[in-house]
């Protein structure tokens, strides 16, 4: 088993940063990849963005390119999403997840992940 545990959540007004944390613990030998989904009330859960935990190579959705930034320290198994330039429809619910990923065109697919931390609430007000 992989136990996630996300932390840095708040609120900040639009323009503002937050920089959300995953630390994982258990067998992590059972996941290469880590990714941060995102989720609204009446919403499907979406991806934001990926890192293969052994090349460091990352994904990001559309919408949060060139803002966020994920990135991991290999020694604390943290993995991290520093998130700029935040804007109101940022506000949601982020999830941190992990699997063991082997066709990086499938990154964005929930059922990929097996192991889910609890969440943290991002909102940003305009």
């Known amino acids: 088993q992989v136990q996630l545990m996300e932390s840095g959540g708040g609120s900040v007004h639009a323009g503002g940063s937050l920089r959300l944390d995953c630390a994982a613990t258990?067998?992590?030998?059972?996941?290469?990849?880590m990714v941060w989904f995102r989720q609204t009330p009446g919403k499907e859960r979406e991806p934001v963005a990926g890192i293969y935990t052994t090349t460091e190579d990352t994904q990001y959705a559309s919408s949060v390119l060139g803002r966020f930034a994920i990135s991991q320290d290999w020694a604390e198994k943290t993995v991290s999403l520093q998130m700029n330039n935040l804007q109101p429809e940022d506000t949601a619910t982020y999830y941190c997840?992990?699997?063991?990923?082997?066709?990086?065109?499938?990154?964005?697919?929930?059922?990929?992940?097996?192991?889910w931390g609890q969440g943290t609430q991002v909102t940003v007000s305009s």
């Open positions: 997840a992990a699997g063991h990923l082997s066709d990086r065109a499938l990154w964005s697919r929930e059922s990929i992940y097996p192991y």
């Open positions: 258990g067998e992590t030998y059972r996941r290469n990849f």
